[in-house]
């Protein structure tokens, strides 16, 4: 009953596409207009993607530590190595360079050599004073040479901030407003401002200026992410209308497939614009995405009414044919394709559950489009000429595909041991896996931020933010003497972690606080004792520039405290290494009952929200396989079939799993979907095969091995070109300045190549080893889903 309402549906399907093809093409201009207009809600991300969930416990923490202490993430350093740097004149300009930027509405302030005073005892008021170590303009090399001897060995309290005191490194702070961080505006004062005036000042200087920072880089890769969109979509419609026109030798048909994956690009532009979603690292691949998924179907159906028009020359018999027997596959094929995409909906990841949305929505809409765009386009052209159906001989793949009939035929053993010899190594491979929650390890590694980035790792040891907040539970808590000696013994620890910089807190302040009561001497860089303690907090109490100090550290209550740090860019295991590390310190010097301490900040938040997606890729992916498998179960109504049919599509899976473990290839945002989306793909093939070995059984009198060759030589040509199409496609992704973008279209790609060899080879092995315990009339005899109608030379259609 049901299969026969499938059938009357596609057939009402074909008549309405048909016999209302100028409604319907106007109906699809109007909703491209539609989704063209919804391009102004279009936005590029500004922030970090954000991995967690709004309320998992690391975010709260991080947004608590942004309500106390404001946003971390808005510094931009620039550093200069040179050592023709300390001459008047360059000294000069580079000061000047510092202070020009400070009258940017979007600068909050700038700290550079200038800028830096000396704490002095002004033993008449009792109090600090601050004397800049520059006055005015230097105007003599004894003038550079007293300020070296100063800064690199007598006041170690801005040591490793503004200057590396062994490489006479130099560098200038730039904090932003807090308020534009994460808005267009800071993209246009790094672009527009900040960059073109570094590019003039080397050159009128001769140095080479380093930029850094959180802003600055998030800056640069979006810009990237930007520039890569137009190139991938370049890419893709490149490649692979080359690899259509190579298959059918038609100009038609090619131009055909590139007005429908253009308009298919058009609406995702358009469904994100509609869900106001940002552009990300992560939905910037979904237009290519639909251009490769599109490709394939386009081939499917101008293939099927290339080939009816060659059976019986009847042109609308032939596009109603390809309407009701391909329009049904490719449903399916979509179907499940999209539904590997939409199983990331179900994550708790904003990041993951966009990507979800749109892909799986624009998949649908790419096969809304190519079913009847396609078939109303062919209405209106002529037959296909002669030379346009010679590819239907496929004389050229017949190699191909006799070469998989005798490998099924005469070695199945051969298959059998190979694909076991396979699975063992992809099971050991898969052990040597490593997770990596590294902030920066996808950035393109040949572009000039990314250099700047290693060379203030080396020189100041990262610029990942690390941030400790201490809670002491009390107002004015921080400044007891006591938490003060705790809060240095953790600083101590960070100081001895090589993967760490030299902490910046209220403790360096009120050892210059010492140092400066005792006259500047650099011995006295240290806490006060009890004794001492009263009377020098009562000359910075005094000083209200030390008070201004202070706000950067301690809060307005007194009661919270930030101790912050950099980190390199190092891989999860040790950055796990050393979080346990400071949290056994932690809970040794700061107890819990006296002190609440987090540790937060945007390198650990990213770190943990790896560790958390690669909980979600399991859950995830066995989503994937059970959505997928309900489906196969509701198609061909058997457990057993469900079996066989899933074998040959994770089989590819695990090998991908195996492979990353051998090359050193982590699991990471951008490779968690890998699987998922290979595997939504990889069905496909399963679904064509099984559908037209049914369809065989039936034209063969349940001849079993009759109608497995005969399956494999009619879908294997059809699976082959449809690999070599998104095998191509997905190969465009390896063209990325992104890490995370190769690994993902090479793995994806190489998937897809071992599932169509595992679909051709397998599948059918394991149809004819099982043939009584599976292959048999009452598993496969009536379908809930008839995926390809038998054949009817009967049907017509008026025009």
């Not at 490489?167 to 004062?189: C, G, M, Q, S």
């Amino acid at each position: 009953m049901f299969k026969l309402l499938t059938a009357k549906f596609w057939d009402v399907v074909a008549r309405l596409i048909l016999r209302n093809k100028i409604g319907i093409l106007i109906a699809i201009i109007l909703a491209t207009l539609f989704f063209s207009y919804q391009w102004k809600h279009m936005r590029f991300t500004y922030t970090e993607a954000n991995l967690l969930p709004d309320d998992h416990a690391v975010n709260i923490t991080y947004n608590n530590f942004l309500e106390i202490f404001g946003e971390e993430g808005n510094l931009i350093v620039l550093g200069v190595k040179d050592s023709t740097l300390f001459s008047v004149e360059k000294l000069n300009a580079w000061n000047q360079l510092s202070d020009d930027f400070k009258s940017y509405s979007e600068v909050e302030t700038v700290v550079s050599i200038k800028d830096l005073q000396k704490l002095v005892k002004n033993n008449k008021k009792e109090k600090f004073d601050l004397e800049p170590f520059i006055k005015d303009s230097i105007t003599s090399i004894e003038q550079i040479d007293t300020l070296q001897d100063e800064l690199f060995k007598k006041y170690p309290f801005y040591d490793n901030f503004l200057f590396n005191k062994d490489t006479k490194t130099i560098r200038t702070a730039i904090y932003l407003k807090k308020e534009i961080v994460n808005t267009p505006a800071r993209k246009d004062f790094i672009l527009k401002t900040l960059s073109k005036k570094i590019e003039t000042f080397e050159t009128d200087n001769d140095l080479n200026v380093r930029i850094s920072g959180m802003p600055y880089i998030r800056t640069l890769n979006s810009q990237n992410i930007v520039d890569e969109i137009g190139l991938f979509i370049g890419l893709a419609l490149g490649i692979t209308s080359l690899i259509f026109f190579f298959f059918f030798r038609s100009f038609r048909a090619t131009f055909i497939s590139l007005i429908v994956v253009c308009i298919g690009v058009m609406w995702t532009f358009g469904i994100l614009g509609l869900l106001k979603y940002e552009i990300t690292v992560l939905t910037a691949l979904i237009p290519p995405l639909i251009i490769v998924i599109g490709i394939p179907n386009c081939i499917f159906l101008i293939n099927k009414y290339q080939h009816e028009v060659k059976l019986h020359g009847n042109k609308v018999k032939s596009l109603q044919r390809v309407i009701t027997k391909i329009g049904n596959a490719t449903l399916m094929t979509n179907v499940t394709t999209a539904s590997g995409f939409a199983t990331f909906i179900l994550t708790e990841s904003k990041l993951l559950k966009e990507f979800g949305i749109v892909a799986s929505l624009s998949i649908l809409a790419i096969f809304i489009l190519c079913l009847l765009i396609i078939p109303i386009i062919y209405t209106f052209l002529p037959y296909p000429k002669d030379r346009h159906l010679e590819h239907l001989n496929k004389r050229w793949i017949g190699g191909f595909v006799d070469w998989m009939e005798h490998m099924v035929r005469e070695r199945k053993i051969a298959i059998y041991v190979t694909s076991l010899i396979l699975l063992i190594g992809s099971i050991i491979g898969m052990y040597q896996i490593k997770i990596s929650g590294s902030l920066i390890e996808d950035m393109p590694k040949n572009a000039e931020f990314f250099h700047d980035i290693r060379f203030f790792e080396n020189e100041f040891n990262g610029i990942m933010p690390l941030e400790i907040m201490v809670d002491t539970k009390r107002k004015k808590g921080v400044m007891k003497l006591s938490t003060l000696r705790r809060m240095n013994e953790l600083e101590e620890l960070i100081t001895e972690t090589p993967e760490l910089s030299r902490p910046i807190s209220v403790v360096s302040l009120v050892k210059y606080s010492k140092q400066a009561y005792y006259n500047g001497n650099p011995k006295y860089y240290q806490l006060p004792t009890s004794q001492e303690k009263s009377f020098i907090l009562s000359y910075a109490k005094n000083s209200s520039s030390n008070i201004d100090l202070l706000n950067n550290f301690i809060d307005s209550t007194g009661q919270y405290a930030r101790i912050t740090t950099f980190m390199k860019d190092i891989g999860t295991d040790k950055m796990e290494r050393i979080e346990e590390n400071l949290q056994a310190k932690i809970d040794k010097v700061l107890p819990e009952e006296k002190y609440n301490v987090t540790m937060t900040g945007k390198a650990l938040v990213f770190q943990k929200g790896t560790k958390y997606l690669v909980k979600n890729l399991a859950i995830s992916l066995s989503l994937a396989i059970f959505l997928i498998s309900l489906f196969m179960a509701y198609m061909f109504r058997s457990f057993r079939m469900i079996i066989v049919s899933l074998i040959p599509n994770l089989l590819p899976l695990l090998l991908t799993a195996g492979l990353m473990g051998y090359l050193g290839v982590p699991i990471k945002p951008s490779t968690i979907l890998v699987f998922s989306i290979a595997f939504g793909i990889s069905v496909d093939d399963t679904i064509h095969f099984l559908a037209k070995y049914r369809q065989e059984l039936q034209a063969n009198n349940w001849v079993i091995k009759k109608s497995v060759y005969a399956a494999l030589r009619e879908t294997g040509v059809s699976m082959f070109y449809t690999s070599i199409v998104l095998f191509f496609g997905f190969i465009v992704f390896t063209t990325s300045s992104f890490g995370g973008t190769v690994a993902l279209g090479a793995l994806v790609s190489i998937t897809l190549l071992f599932a169509m060899l595992s679909n051709l080879l397998l599948l059918p092995s394991l149809l004819l080893s099982l043939e009584r315990s599976i292959a048999n009339k009452e598993v496969l005899r009536e379908p809930a889903i008839n995926i390809i109608p038998e054949e009817d030379d009967n049907e017509n259609l008026e025009e």
